[in-house]
């Protein structure tokens, strides 16, 4: 099985930490907690997306184990704080089916990075000896099927192409047909986007879904809901949205690398409960790592051993 590249955590998020959370390593090595030392710190958790609530939550934690402990080292508030945010994070284990094919639909707004997500998965899998099929439910434009025809064509992977301007259901109900009677391990069906207040375009979702499920008993086995790491807050509206809709079971976050709002991954588990099962460093096909709760927040928070600000 060819190996896939380890993920660089701390440099995907390097822009949050350097641009959110710059002054933490300061705060943390701070001799004297004042006031305004706390201000300083609730103020970088919610500019890198944590959310008001939440920053106000984990501040609060803090202090309140800096005070009852007597912390004042940095390495202690460090690990303090670095505790504090991981319970946060509900575990990130995808559901886990046995059925063969399993389908797996990826949903999300516009350019969320839904068709490079499926690539990315689709050459995850076949390293690990699954055999794939992409299906390329976008229809609205003639460029969708081009973008995974070529992922499909550089990953030798086979894709199961629509009319331009034909029913993405259609797409949905061939490629699961096509998976079942191939004896495949996993459909991946791309979506176009589709903004969550739309409610047309989430019915046709819906259907896109049920669709599946009249070939594949159980189908959709998962429906991941890629979010834009780059958007921030306004993730938590369409993951809503879309749970609402059509069940979503796990979140990928994609685009984290450039992200400075990575706090979001703490915002989405603390509000919605949903899963993060993986998540996207880059435009490569490699680029895509089973989201990891212990590397995610140590990449946060500044280097450990009282590294200069920058950490
Ligand atoms: N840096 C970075 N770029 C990404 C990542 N994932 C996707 N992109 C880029 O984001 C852009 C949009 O990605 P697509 O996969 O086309 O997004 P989409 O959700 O399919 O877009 P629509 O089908 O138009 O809704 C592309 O330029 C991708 O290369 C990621 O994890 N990191
Ligand atoms: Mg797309």
Redesign the pocket.
């Known amino acids: 099985m060819p190996r896939m590249p380890e993920l660089n955590w701390r440099k995907a998020l390097d822009r949050t930490r350097r641009v959110a959370l710059g002054r933490l390593s300061e705060i943390l090595g701070t001799t004297e907690l004042t006031e305004s030392v706390w201000e300083e710190l609730e103020a970088g958790l919610v500019q890198a997306d944590l959310g008001a609530v939440l920053a106000s939550e984990v501040t609060a934690a803090l202090r309140k184990h800096a005070g009852a402990q007597g912390l004042t080292r940095s390495e202690d508030l460090r690990s303090s704080l670095r505790d504090v945010l991981l319970g946060y994070l509900s575990p990130s284990t995808p559901r886990i089916v046995e059925t063969r094919p399993q389908v797996m639909v990826l949903v999300?707004?516009?350019?969320?990075?839904?068709?490079?997500?499926a690539a990315k998965l689709a050459a995850r899998l076949q390293a690990e000896g699954r055999r794939v099929l992409l299906a390329a439910a976008?229809t609205y434009?003639a460029a969708?099927d081009e973008?995974l025809q070529q992922w499909a064509d550089r990953l030798g992977v086979e894709v199961i192409l629509g009319r331009p301007g034909s029913d993405p259901g259609a797409v949905a109900f061939d490629a699961a047909q096509a998976a079942l009677a191939r004896n495949l391990d996993v459909l991946l069906v791309?979506t176009?986007?589709r903004m969550h207040t739309s409610h047309n375009l989430m019915a046709e979702l819906q259907k896109i879904c049920r669709t599946t499920g009249k070939v594949v008993p159980g189908a959709p086995h998962r429906v991941v809901l890629?979010l834009d790491a780059t958007t921030g807050q306004n993730g938590l509206a369409q993951a809503r949205a879309f749970t609402q809709a059509v069940g979503v079971t796990e979140i990928l976050l994609?685009?984290?690398?450039?992200s400075a709002k990575g706090g979001i991954a703490l915002a989405i588990s603390h509000q919605l409960g949903l899963p993060i099962t993986f998540t996207?460093?880059?435009?490569g096909p490699g680029?895509?790592a089973p989201f990891d709760p212990q590397a995610y927040v140590e990449a946060l928070l500044p280097a450990a051993g009282g590294a200069p600000v920058s950490g």
């Open positions: 999300g707004v516009n350019g969320s990075g839904k068709t490079t997500s976008d434009r969708a973008q791309d176009s986007g890629v994609a685009k984290l690398d450039g996207g460093l880059g435009e680029d895509l």
